[in-house]
């Protein structure tokens, strides 16, 4: 059974950094063709990918975001990471993690998602 | 960037309707497309892939088709479960998310 789960800071300031952990379970990064991307929503609007990471550790970053953005693995946790630097408001939604069978592919499992506020 | 249109916004359709959504891509995407239902207050989950490959697990009266630019989701016989914003999303050049349609039971 394919489970993920976020954790992260909750309420950040301006300016602050962003740390995000995706804890999953029924999958390894390190099987061929694996990846895990992070995915944002902000309330009530539309999806935003943001980077993925692969079994090979090949990286992907949305290009708008990418000076931001620095995504990580710890396989033998089974976890993946996401840091985003320089927060402001239009940072504030709720980020998943999501695994895909390729790179920049479409998502088969989602995590439930954290919810994440920038506010001074 | 490939850009991707989905329409209507918000559809209200009645339970035993057949309803169906649409995504044009601002360039052809080879059928690189997945949708996905995204119930209230949840993750999206996946429905179709490759335009018209149903996921595991996923109610037959789901359906996906089209080709080039055009993409379409039709549900049979709306359920109330049904209750969701539906949203597509391409990968064929890198990834982007159509802006997603409220369906609500009228």
């Known amino acids: 059974q394919v489970t993920l789960k976020e954790s992260g800071t909750g309420i950040l300031q301006p300016s602050q950094a962003l740390s995000l952990t995706c804890s999953f379970s029924g999958f390894s990064l390190s099987t061929t063709g694996i990846c895990v991307s992070w995915i944002r929503q902000p309330s009530g609007k539309g999806l935003e990918w943001l980077a993925d990471?692969?079994?090979?550790?090949?990286?992907g970053y949305n290009p708008s975001l990418k000076n931001r953005l620095s995504i990580s693995k710890d396989t033998s946790n089974n976890q993946a990471f996401l840091k985003i630097t320089s927060v402001d408001t239009a940072d504030t939604a709720t980020y998943y993690c999501?695994?895909?069978?390729?790179?920049?592919?479409?998502?088969?499992?989602w995590g439930q998602g954290v919810m994440v506020t920038v506010s001074s | 960037d490939i850009q991707m249109t989905q329409s209507p916004a918000s559809l209200s359709a009645s339970l035993g309707e057949t309803v169906t959504i649409e995504c044009r891509a601002s360039e052809d995407i080879y059928n690189g497309l997945a949708w996905y239902q995204q119930k209230p207050g949840k993750s999206p989950q996946l429905l179709i892939y490759?335009?018209?490959s149903l996921h595991t697990g996923v109610p037959s009266r789901f359906s996906g088709s089209g080709s080039g630019t055009q993409y379409s989701l039709k549900i049979n016989s709306l359920q109330s479960e049904d209750v969701a914003s539906y949203f597509c999303?391409?990968?064929?050049?890198?990834?982007?998310f159509g802006s997603g349609t409220k369906l609500e039971i009228k």
């Open positions: 999303q391409q990968y064929y050049d890198y990834l982007t």
């Open positions: 999501a695994r895909s069978t390729g790179s920049l592919y479409y998502f088969d499992y």
């Open positions: 490759n335009a018209n």
């Open positions: 990471i692969c079994w090979d550790d090949g990286k």
